[in-house]
C-alpha cells in the first residue's frame, strides 16, 4: 500500500490542449500518471521527463508498439517503467528522489495535446520515539519530563498533541537534520497525549504512557529507598577488608613462630691437616679432615 497525493496546481487548455499536474509520492513507492483523453488508433504517444524532455517511453497504436527506454539518462528508469497498453498510463515503480520533477505526454495525432505532471517525491516517514528525559532540570517529585525525537529528516513538522489540541510543534525544510520537542507532564495527569511527525503526504504518530515511561528515571524516593542497601554493602565491604588485614598477619606472625622453633646448623669452612704417623706396610694413610661444628637450638 502506498500514499500518493494529487494536487491540481494550474490546469488550464488552450488551442494546443496543455494540462499540469502537481503529483507527491512516498519515495520507494509506485505512482501511475494518468491523463483523461481518448487515444485514436492512429495516435502517438511521447512520454518525456526533464528540461531536456528526454524520451522514456512511447506507444504507436498503428503499429501497437509499446517502448520503454531503459538506457536514457545513464539507466536512470531502469526496470522502472510500465505502460498501460490500452489506456496509454505510464507507471514509475519504486520511485525515488532522483525520479522527482517534471513529465510531459505528447499525443500526436488529428491535433497535438500535451499534459504535463510534476512529480515531488517524499522522504518515507520515520515513527516518532518518546524517551524519559532524566536530564531536565524541570523534573520533579510532581512532574514528568519526555522528550519526542526523530532522525534524519526534512520537509516535515513535528508536533505535541493533547488530546487533538496542538501543544507544541516544530518544522524544518530541506535539510536532513534530527528534530526533538520536549514536553512536561504530571505523574498523575489522565490526558492523552501523542507526538506525531507529518509532511505533506503522511504521518505517523507515537501515543505517550506516562505510567510505563515515567518510572524509568529514579527520583528522590527511589534515591532514598537506595540508602540502607548502599550502605548495607559498604559495611560489609568494611569488614571483609579489615578480616583479610587481620589474616594474613596472623598467616606472618604463625611462620615467623615456626621458623624459630626449627633446628639452625652452622656450617663452617674446612681445614685440612697432614697426620704425621708411622706407615704400615708400606701402605699411605688417607689424609683425614676435621672441622668444627656447633650446634644450636
Known amino acids: 500500500m502506498f500514499n500518493v497525493f494529487v494536487l491540481l496546481c494550474l490546469s488550464w487548455r488552450t488551442s494546443s490542449g496543455v494540462f ?5 509520492v512516498t519515495e520507494g513507492d509506485s505512482v501511475t500518471l494518468n491523463f483523461n ?6 495516435d502517438v504517444l511521447l512520454w518525456k521527463y526533464g528540461a531536456g ?4 517511453a512511447k506507444i504507436s497504436k498503428t503499429k501497437q508498439t509499446f517502448t520503454t527506454y531503459n538506457d536514457v539518462l545513464d539507466g536512470r528508469f531502469r526496470d522502472r517503467l510500465k505502460l498501460d497498453n490500452q489506456t496509454g498510463s505510464l507507471t514509475i515503480m519504486n520511485i525515488r528522489s532522483e525520479h522527482a520533477g517534471d513529465y510531459e505526454l505528447e499525443i500526436i495525432g488529428a491535433q497535438l495535446t500535451i499534459r504535463t505532471f510534476n512529480i515531488s517525491v517524499y522522504a518515507r516517514l520515520p515513527v516518532p520515539v518518546i524517551i524519559r528525559d532524566c536530564s531536565s532540570s524541570s523534573s520533579s517529585v ?15 513538522s513535528l508536533s505535541w498533541y493533547k488530546g487533538n489540541s496542538v501543544l507544541s510543534s516544530i518544522s524544518v525544510s530541506d535539510l536532513s537534520i534530527s528534530l526533538s520537542l520536549p514536553l512536561e507532564v504530571e505523574y498523575q495527569d489522565k490526558n492523552t497525549y501523542s507526538c506525531v511527525i507529518n509532511n505533506t503526504i503522511s504521518n505517523h504518530t ?3 504512557d506516562i505510567n510505563t515511561l515515567c ?20 559495611g560489609f565491604l568494611v569488614i571483609l577488608t579489615g578480616f583479610g588485614i587481620f589474616w594474613n598477619s596472623w598467616k606472618k606472625r604463625k611462620m615467623e613462630e615456626k621458623v624459630q622453633t626449627e633446628d639452625e646448623v652452622t656450617y663452617a669452612e674446612p681445614k685440612y691437616y697432614r697426620r704425621k704417623v708411622q706407615k704400615l706396610n708400606g701402605e699411605k694413610e688417607d689424609d683425614v679432615v676435621y672441622a668444627p661444628i656447633a650446634m644450636r637450638r
Open 53 to 56: 524532455n528526454s524520451c522514456i
Open 37 to 42: 483523453v481518448t487515444v485514436q488508433k492512429d
Open 215 to 234: 518510572q524509568m528515571c529514579s527520583g528522590p524516593a527511589d534515591s532514598m529507598s537506595l540508602i540502607a542497601p548502599i550502605s548495607a554493602a559498604s
Open 142 to 156: 510532581q512532574n514528568c519530563s519526555v522528550l519526542c525525537s526523530v532522525v534524519n529528516v526534512s520537509a516535515v
Open 206 to 208: 507515537t501515543h505517550l
Open 20 to 24: 499540469c499536474e502537481s503529483v507527491s
